[in-house]
Each structure stands twice: as structure tokens, then as C-alpha cells.
């Protein structure tokens, strides 16, 4: 079994808080789509003839992609994927791409499942974050992919706004809810060095939220959501019963994985691999037939620190049988040892041999997934 990701790195234009790899020059597209065919073709050994069991479109926004380019990456991906046997094809589309054409066209590729980013259903909460759409538009375009049979679909939301009243994130929750969506993703927005964002806050033109409205905020999520039968299965992630991300989950379960496209990461389950954060020097390198990735070769130790910060992050926890069997017997009594007053003080449980972090862990999530990392 394995993941396959698509990167596609162009948007129409830059939201002040992104630091992900895209570009606002679409002129590259079409040839950028081919070298993605071609990558695919080149690696697709990598794969070790596993099982493609989910596919995710992921950006930059690849509801960009015109229905020609979805066309020849759908044409090349068939060569390697069989879309009968695999469980989940998700597409990332931004609100104002989402026109009845769009979604017309979607239906008759093998996506099954679609991630909009709405980030917010308030009009100036949008133009601050510099957004394309507007609140109206994003509840239309949810209801038309849900209309169209994208039953299986998730929104993005952002919290901790400049300015953001409690009221006001609970507003854009009610309005999430009353949509009908059966997932949804909720980050507190990060000032990434570098972005328009980062930089008006150095210039003191916008004040941060403070950390106590921001955990009263997550504490309103997943109140809100719970109440509404939504299970908090990831520290950011909701859903309905069953309708968890598969994708993202795999991810969090260590399963391997090829990423195609500039910036996309890959994963063997020894080695990761990264592809050039550079347009050009990625299609330069794939026309001339070969990959320029760079290569991480992981360690145990470094393997033992990310399933304790993968598996901790879900509601399935850590399971200390398959931490033992994995990592031997030393690791495993230092982990529980580590866990211990966690514990104790109520932010850790221990049943049926798995380590879980609490409701009460969740605020100090990365404090206790710290204490328990190998450090030599
Ligand atoms: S649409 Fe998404 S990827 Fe593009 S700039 Fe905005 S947040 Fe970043």
C-alpha cells in the first residue's frame, strides 16, 4: 500500500500568510503538468509495485489546472494507478475556481473527495488574509461540489485572526456545520518568516493574537464540532464518523509514499526525498531524464522521534507493542518512563497499550511529545 502526491505550485495570487511553494506565473503550467507525466514515468519503480491505495492533488491551488493539463496527468497517472482499488483521490480547489464547468469536469476524473479552502465565511476576514472569494462564494461553491455528489469533502479554517472576536470564529464554525461538510481542518494562523504577513507584524501594523483567546478558540472548535457529532481524530482534523482524511492519515501511520512535482517530498520508509523548491531547476532536471532530489537517509533515532510525533497526534495514539517490536524493548520503557508524569497529571492515558494525549494534554501537545523524543 502507498500514497501518491501531486504538486501543483501556481496560484493566481499570494495570500499573506502562505510560505508553501507556489508561484503566480502560470505561463510555466502546461510544461510544468508534462514534466510531472514525465517524473511519474521516471519513478515510478519507487513505488516497489505497491498498491496506489490514495492520491492527493495538493498546492499551490490545482484547481488552477485547466481541464486539458487534469487530462494528461489523469492519462499518465492511469499507467501506474488502478483507480478501482484505490480508496481516495482527493483534489485541493480554492472557492473561485469552483464553477459548475470545474466541477462538471472533476466528475469525470476518479476524484472522489475535495479540500476547499474557504479559511473563513467572514467578508474581512477574507480581504485581511488577501483571499480570492468571498464568504457568499464560498458557500456557494461548498454547496455545488456537495450537489454534485462530493459527499466525501473537507474545508479549511483559520483561527486567531488579528482582531478575531471568539464570537466571530464561532460564527464561521455554526456556518461550517450548517453546510453539512463531513470534515473539516482548523489552524491557528502562523506568522511564517518571510511572508506579507510576518513582515506587518515587524512593522507593528498588525498585533497577534494572544495565546489565551487562541486556546480559548481551539477549545470553541472542538466543542463546537464534537457537539455536532464530528470526531476530533487529529489535533487539526475533524470528522464524521468513518470519513477521516485517508491521505493525510496514511502519512501519520508511516506508510510510504512518492511525492511528484518541485517541493514535493517522498518517503520509502528509510529514506525521504525532496524535490527542488525551483520551477526551473525541477523541469530542467526532469527533461534531461533525471530527478534532482535530495536525499535524507533516516536514522532509528529519528524514526523513533517521528512515530512518537505522528502517532501522538491522532486519536489512535501510540501503540507501545508495535513501539517495542519497532524500536526494542530500551526505547520503549525510556517512552513510558518519559510518559509517566504526563500521566500522572492527567495529559497522557494509558489503555489497552496504547499512549494517548488527553483533551487536557492537547494545549501542551508539543511540550509532551517533546519530553518523550530519543535524544542522544
Ligand atoms: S491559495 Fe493556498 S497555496 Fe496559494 S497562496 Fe493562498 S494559501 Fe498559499
Request: proline content about 3%; overall charge negative; some cysteine.
Given at each position: 500500500m502507498a500514497g501518491l502526491y501531486i504538486h501543483i505550485?501556481?496560484?493566481?495570487?499570494?495570500?499573506?500568510?502562505?510560505?508553501?511553494?507556489?508561484?503566480?506565473?502560470?505561463?510555466?503550467?502546461?510544461?510544468?503538468v508534462d514534466a510531472v507525466c514525465r517524473e511519474l514515468a521516471l519513478r515510478r519503480g519507487e513505488l516497489g509495485g505497491e498498491r496506489v491505495s490514495t492520491v492527493y492533488f495538493g498546492g499551490g491551488t490545482p484547481s488552477t489546472l485547466s481541464a486539458g493539463e487534469c487530462d494528461r496527468l489523469f492519462g499518465a497517472l492511469s499507467a501506474v494507478v488502478d483507480w478501482s482499488a484505490c480508496d481516495e483521490v482527493t483534489f485541493e480547489v480554492n472557492p473561485d475556481d469552483v464553477t459548475p464547468s470545474f466541477v462538471a469536469m472533476l466528475r469525470d476524473t476518479p476524484v472522489n473527495r475535495l479540500s476547499m479552502g474557504v479559511q473563513s465565511f467572514d467578508d474581512s476576514d477574507l480581504a485581511f488574509l488577501r483571499r480570492r472569494h468571498t464568504a457568499r462564494a464560498a458557500i456557494e461553491a461548498v454547496n455545488r461540489c456537495l450537489e454534485a455528489g462530493y459527499n466525501n469533502m473537507s474545508i479549511d479554517l483559520i483561527y486567531g485572526l488579528p482582531g478575531q472576536s471568539l464570537d466571530g470564529w464561532q460564527r464561521n464554525l455554526r456556518q461550517a456545520v450548517s453546510l453539512g461538510v463531513p470534515h473539516l481542518s482548523a489552524y491557528s494562523l502562523m506568522y511564517e518568516e518571510h511572508t506579507?504577513?510576518?513582515?506587518?507584524?515587524?512593522?507593528?501594523?498588525?498585533?497577534?493574537?494572544?495565546?489565551?483567546?487562541?486556546?480559548?478558540?481551539?477549545?470553541?472548535?472542538?466543542?463546537?464540532?464534537?457537539?455536532?457529532?464530528?470526531?476530533?481524530?487529529?489535533?487539526?482534523?475533524?470528522?464524521?464518523?468513518?470519513?477521516?482524511?485517508?491521505?493525510?492519515?496514511?502519512?501519520?501511520?508511516?506508510?510510504?509514499?512518492?511525492g511528484l512535482g518541485a517541493a514535493a517530498h517522498s518517503y520509502d520508509g528509510r529514506c525521504r526525498r525532496v524535490n527542488p523548491s525551483s520551477l526551473w531547476a525541477y523541469m530542467e532536471a526532469i527533461n534531461e531524464g533525471c530527478v534532482a532530489y535530495a536525499e535524507e537517509r533516516e536514522t532509528s533515532d529519528s524514526l523513533y522521534n517521528e512515530r512518537i510525533l505522528t502517532s501522538l497526534r491522532t486519536c489512535w495514539g501510540l501503540d507501545m507493542k508495535r513501539l517495542e517490536t519497532d524500536f526494542g524493548e530500551e526505547r520503549a520503557r525510556y517512552c513510558l518512563k518519559q510518559a509517566r508524569p504526563h500521566i500522572e497529571a492527567g495529559r497522557l492515558a494509558f489503555t489497552d497499550e496504547r499512549l494517548r494525549i488527553t483533551r487536557a494534554g492537547l494545549f501542551t501537545s508539543d511540550d509532551i511529545m517533546s519530553d518523550l523524543f530519543w535524544v542522544d
Open positions: 505550485p501556481f496560484c493566481a495570487s499570494r495570500c499573506i500568510y502562505c510560505d508553501f511553494f507556489s508561484s503566480t506565473d502560470s505561463s510555466l503550467r502546461g510544461g510544468y506579507a504577513l510576518w513582515r506587518m507584524r515587524e512593522r507593528g501594523e498588525v498585533e497577534e493574537c494572544d495565546e489565551e483567546t487562541s486556546l480559548s478558540m481551539f477549545e470553541r472548535l472542538i466543542d463546537e464540532l464534537e457537539s455536532h457529532g464530528y470526531e476530533h481524530y487529529e489535533i487539526s482534523n475533524f470528522a464524521r464518523p468513518g470519513l477521516y482524511a485517508r491521505h493525510n492519515t496514511a502519512y501519520w501511520q508511516g506508510v510510504p509514499y512518492l
